[in-house]
């Protein structure tokens, strides 16, 4: 029987002379649990790659102890972890290349800003070059600070899946 909870209007409780279940509720579904591809028994791993459930029996562990049902598919694994890796060195590789990108170009607006205070004598435009080289310097800085934290992270992910081998 379901009625409202004392001083909320808006929810509604299950009561009965039973213990509550998510199972007794109206429209529920019965919960199934994922089966071995090979054996009708229940599935203790899931393959990485394919997402096969797997036994005791049938489950194998790569080397960063990741399940994977076939050769086929801890091959194909490695593969993608390897194409992931060059994406993460190449962003890293890109960052470094715009923060040096950013000290050139600060550089340039403040050099133009003090020959703009001395020979052209225009004080708004020498301050807004100088300005405007500043935030690059910054910029090239912080772009710098997040490609060496993004490198050392990598490297210390690496480090502790050595290590568990």
Do not use: W
């Amino acid at each position: 029987m379901l009625e409202p909870c004392d001083g909320k209007l808006s929810r509604t409780v299950l009561r009965g002379e039973r213990g509550c279940k998510a199972s007794d509720l109206p429209g529920a579904r019965k919960r199934y649990t994922m089966k071995c591809i090979n054996h009708n028994a229940d599935a203790q791993a899931v393959c990485k790659y394919c997402g096969k459930g797997l036994c005791k029996d049938c489950a194998t562990f790569t080397k960063n102890y990741r399940s994977v049902c076939s050769e086929f598919c801890e091959n194909q694994l490695t593969r993608s972890e390897r194409a992931f890796d060059m994406i993460i060195e190449k962003s890293e590789r890109a960052l470094k290349i715009n923060a040096y990108v950013y000290y050139v170009m600060g550089s340039i607006f403040i050099i133009a800003g003090l020959v703009s205070v001395f020979l052209l004598k225009h004080l708004f435009l020498s301050i807004f070059l100088i300005l405007f080289g500043i935030g690059s310097m910054l910029s090239g800085l912080k772009t710098m600070k997040i490609s060496l934290s993004n490198g050392m992270r990598q490297k210390q992910g690496r480090s502790i899946s050595e290590t568990q081998t």
